[in-house]
Structure formats: structure tokens, C-alpha cells
């Protein structure tokens, strides 16, 4: 009886850990373009700027901080617009490409 309740402390803390991890886990992101594309893209709403960053959040609730060096247009970008961010396709989490204005 000992050894069944030890195994089911291990099931049940294994079973908490992966509800964590699942819990943290970011949406899936949606990609504007072909399936065959180079990149991810996502749309962002640009709702601050601050010292030189940019802070955007989509349309399910996701949020982006990037910089102005990772702007690819020459157009100014400002509180409001809209902008297309390029993911690499395997790195999406931490593979920011470039961002152009939509």
C-alpha cells in the first residue's frame, strides 16, 4: 500500500509539471502567407513606444517588445499602426527577422 501511494505522489507531481509547462506555453501563431514561406508572420498592434521599443499585441492576445533596429521600412511607425512581424520559421519564439509596416 506504501509503494502505491508513493508511485501515485510521482504520477500526480509529473501530471502538475506538464499542466505548468503546458499552461506557459505560447498560442500557436498564425501564418499570414503560403505554407511554403521562408518565414512566420504575425500582425501586431503597436500600443506603446518607449526609449527606442516598440510594444505591440495581436489580435489573440500575444505581446511583442522589439526594437527600432529591427524596423525594415524607411515609413515611421507609431502608436496605432500596424505592423507585420517575420519570425524564422523553426525559431518562432526567439527568431524575430525583421518588422515592416503594414
Known amino acids: 500500500m506504501f509503494k502505491k501511494t508513493i508511485i501515485l505522489g510521482i504520477l500526480l507531481s509529473i501530471l502538475f509539471v506538464l499542466v505548468i509547462i503546458k499552461s506557459q506555453t505560447s498560442t500557436p501563431v498564425i501564418n499570414l502567407g503560403d505554407e511554403d514561406s521562408e518565414y512566420k508572420m504575425v500582425e501586431y498592434k503597436i500600443s506603446q513606444m518607449i526609449e527606442g521599443q516598440f510594444y505591440g499585441q495581436s ?20 502608436i496605432g499602426d500596424v505592423v507585420i512581424c517575420y519570425f524564422e520559421k523553426d525559431n518562432v519564439g526567439k527568431g524575430l527577422v525583421k518588422v515592416a509596416k503594414k
Do not use: P
Not at 489580435?59 to 507609431?78: L, N, Q, R, Y
Open 59 to 78: 489580435d489573440d492576445g500575444t505581446k511583442i517588445v522589439f526594437s527600432a533596429e529591427s524596423i525594415d521600412s524607411s515609413e515611421k511607425i507609431e
